[in-house]
């Protein structure tokens, strides 16, 4: 080869060397880099100690908040972590919260509380929040809200409708724990 076709041949070599280099140079930097990471992502009734307070995934229409608590890593100072809440018994999922928070201080954990106006209720039926960074979904949870404004009723309401556990009417005292993730496990007392 000589003349023209040799000397572009050379400078396409070159080009694809540049933009090599260049790649493994953007890879490396960014390798060192911690994604960002939100888990464990609990709903509750509160937050004391930095851990959510009476954690669960039903709330009855009379809970005056709901309190999403989450774990995170790679999240670094500045980086802004977003809320958005829907609710789901419609034809769509509607947006009905959004809200945002900047990283100030590096921790491990962090909460959105979605608080109703004063004399508000909850709408019956399915939410699911979600979590994100920089318009990335990372992590989401959903929870239901019952008329009932006893827990228990509420719970056996529940899983009467669906899988006929329960006959309606049924006088139970019973105690509940839900762990992020996890199976709901009751237990039964006559």
Known sequence: ???IGESTLRIFALCGLCIGVTWRADAARHAGQTAARIFD???ALGITDSKPARPTA???ADDEAIVVWYRAEGCGIGTTITSDWYYLDTSGPVRIAEGGVTVSVL?????????????????IG??????GVGGVLLAQ?????AESTS?????????????????PGTDLSLSTSLV???????????
């Open 141 to 145: 949870t959903t929870f239901r809200v």
């Open 1 to 3: 080869m000589s003349g």
């Open 126 to 131: 399915d939410y699911r929040v979600e979590l």
């Open 41 to 43: 992502v609990t709903t």
């Open 107 to 123: 921790d491990d954990w962090g909460q959105f509380t979605l608080t109703l106006a004063p004399d508000s209720r909850w709408k």
């Open 180 to 190: 992020a993730g996890g199976p709901l496990a009751l237990q039964f007392f006559p």
């Open 151 to 167: 827990r228990k009723s509420a719970i056996a309401a529940m899983l009467w409708k669906p899988w006929g556990i329960i006959p």
């Open 58 to 60: 039903l709330f009855t």
